[in-house]
C-alpha cells in the first residue's frame, strides 16, 4: 500500500525557534492533511491543502502542497512550548475515503 | 455539541479473547471510519463505514470486523486476539464524502496480554 515518509522523526528546539518538517509520497494524492496529537487525545487536524502548489496558514503555521502532488511541508514560526506534540501529514486518496498518515515527527519545545 | 467519542478508554484482554470497541460520531456525520495506532506509530486506516456498510477497507484481516447502526454509531470488534493488537484505535467521523474533514475520537487504549 501507499507510505508516507515523514521527516525529521523528532526535533528538541528552544521556545521562539521556527520549525519545518515535511513529508514525501511514492503516490499522487488529491488532498494533504497535517494533524497535531497530544498525550491520550486523537489527532486535531491542523491544515489542509486541496490543490498543487497550494500555501495555507493557519496562525504561526504554514503548510504547501507540493507541485508533484508527492509532498508537503509543515512550517511552525515562532514556537511556544504548548506546540508540544506529534505532527503528522496525511494523504487523502483519490476516492476520498481512506486517510494515510506518516509516522510522525515528536516535537519537543524547551521553554 | 458533543464531539466523536468512544468507549471504553482502557481495555486489557488475553490472547484469543475477543473484544468489542464503540464509537459515536460528531452530531450531524453520518460516515465512521477506524484506525490502528501502534506505539510511535501514525494511525493505518482499518474500514469505513458508511449507511451501514463497509465502504472501504484497509489491509487488516477478517479477524477485525465492524459495524455500524441506523444511528451512525460504530463498532469495531477484534477476535482471536494476538499481541500485536495492542494499540490505540482511533475512530474518526465526517459527512458524507467530505472525509478531508475527519474529527477523531480519543481513542481506545487495548492491551493483549
Known amino acids: 500500500g501507499q507510505q508516507l515518509n515523514q521527516s525529521p522523526q523528532s526535533m528538541f528546539i528552544q521556545e521562539g525557534e521556527d520549525v519545518s518538517m515535511n513529508c514525501t509520497s511514492s503516490?499522487?494524492?488529491?488532498?494533504w492533511l497535517w494533524y497535531k496529537q497530544d498525550p491520550g487525545e486523537g489527532p486535531v487536524l491542523l491544515i489542509a491543502?486541496?490543490?498543487?502548489?497550494e500555501l495555507t496558514s493557519n496562525g504561526r503555521l504554514t503548510a504547501q502542497f507540493g507541485i508533484t502532488r508527492k509532498d508537503s511541508f509543515l512550517n511552525i514560526s515562532a514556537s511556544i512550548p504548548s506546540d508540544v506534540g506529534i505532527y503528522f501529514c496525511?494523504?487523502?486518496?483519490?476516492?476520498?475515503?481512506?486517510?494515510?498518515f506518516g509516522e510522525g515527527t515528536q516535537l519537543t519545545v524547551n521553554p | 455539541d458533543a464531539g466523536v467519542t468512544q468507549s471504553p478508554t482502557h481495555l486489557i484482554k488475553t490472547r484469543g479473547q475477543q473484544v468489542t470497541l464503540r464509537c459515536s460520531p460528531k452530531?450531524?456525520?453520518?460516515?465512521v471510519s477506524w484506525y490502528q495506532q501502534a506505539l510511535g506509530q501514525g494511525p493505518q486506516f482499518i474500514f469505513q463505514y458508511y449507511e451501514e456498510e463497509e465502504r472501504q477497507r484497509g489491509n487488516f484481516p477478517d479477524r477485525f470486523s465492524g459495524h455500524q447502526y441506523p444511528n451512525y454509531s460504530s463498532e469495531l470488534n477484534v477476535n482471536a486476539l494476538l499481541l500485536g493488537d495492542s494499540a490505540l484505535y482511533l475512530c474518526?467521523?465526517?459527512?458524507?464524502?467530505?472525509?478531508?474533514?475527519?474529527?477523531f475520537g480519543p481513542g481506545t487504549r487495548l492491551l493483549v496480554l
Open positions: 496525511a494523504g487523502l486518496e483519490t476516492s476520498g475515503s481512506r486517510l494515510t
Open positions: 452530531s450531524g456525520h453520518d460516515t
Open positions: 491543502l486541496y490543490k498543487a502548489g
Open positions: 503516490s499522487i494524492f488529491n488532498t
Open positions: 474518526a467521523s465526517s459527512w458524507g464524502h467530505l472525509q478531508e474533514t475527519q474529527y
